[in-house]
């Protein structure tokens, strides 16, 4: 007994000292300056139109009645495109495989962490038959979508609190200064984005470019709810704020973002 008490509160400091250290990760700036906006920077080995998935993550509540329908797969979807950008190699002239074959491809990509490094073209997880990612999950959907995995654990991620608290316009400029970093790096980053407490966009994003603008710094997004085109968020540089400018189903508007994924805790 007195053994369970001691390592139970060993694990209740640890997760003092992690939420602690999350919510100072990318706090106020100070006397920094500004985010540096260079005219356009984008993941070089990202194209749209090719690397993204072919079907929705549906919106629940926009389809009620419907059974088994795929809702609330959001973080799934979004985890899953930075999965397949940085682990998996399409081959179009290698034969095609069954649906097995298919699915244990992509369970193969689904299981690596996605806040390692990119792995090397030699050792990527290759998926024959197909050009892109894009033209995969349209003719392999159903193989896709079991091998991604379930949201359950998504869903109960101890990040997603984040969406409950206030934040700071440093944390928000800190925000900002990592996504560029990240995208002048070549790596897409995850996000967590909403408009709490108004019970519209508890959300995942990926961002894959950004555009400078006289206001701020404008934000391509790739949602998972929207697979026809890319969703716009902007990042004021005056209000040190994230703004919802074109975001699926969501209204025009202030928005927190934090972003998801990117390290063993975080």
């Known amino acids: 007994m007195l053994k369970f ?85 399409f081959d179009p002239a290698l034969p095609k495989l069954d649906r097995a074959g298919y699915v244990e491809r992509v369970k193969r990509v ?59 316009g440093g944390h928000q400029e800190g925000v900002a200064r990592e996504i560029l970093a990240d995208l002048r790096a070549g790596r897409l980053v995850q996000l967590l984005v909403t408009n709490w407490p108004k019970p519209e966009l508890n959300h995942t994003v990926v961002v894959f470019e950004s555009r400078s603008t006289e206001a701020g710094i404008e934000f391509g997004v790739w949602d998972p709810n929207n697979p026809s085109e890319p969703g716009l968020m902007t990042f004021e540089q005056t209000a040190r704020r994230f703004w919802a400018t074109h975001l699926y189903d969501t209204e025009p508007g202030p928005i927190r973002a934090f972003r998801m994924y990117y390290s063993p805790l975080l």
């Open 5 to 89: 008490i001691v390592n139970w509160r060993r694990a209740a400091l640890v997760s003092i000292v992690v939420l602690t250290t999350a919510c100072a990760n990318t706090l106020a700036t100070g006397d920094a300056p500004p985010p540096r906006l260079d005219q356009r920077i984008a993941a070089p080995s990202f194209a749209f139109a090719a690397d993204t998935f072919a079907f929705p993550n549906l919106i629940g509540a926009r389809h009620p009645n419907e059974p088994d329908i795929y809702a609330h797969y959001c973080f799934v979807l979004a985890r899953g495109l930075r999965q397949f950008a940085q682990f998996g190699r």
């Open 110 to 168: 689904a299981d690596l962490s996605v806040w390692k490094p990119a792995l090397s073209p030699d050792d990527r997880v290759v998926i024959p038959g197909y050009a892109n990612l894009r033209e995969f999950s349209h003719a392999e959907e159903s193989a896709v979508k079991e091998g991604l995995g379930g949201p359950f654990w998504t869903w109960v991620h101890w990040t997603n609190w984040r969406v409950t608290l206030p934040v700071t």
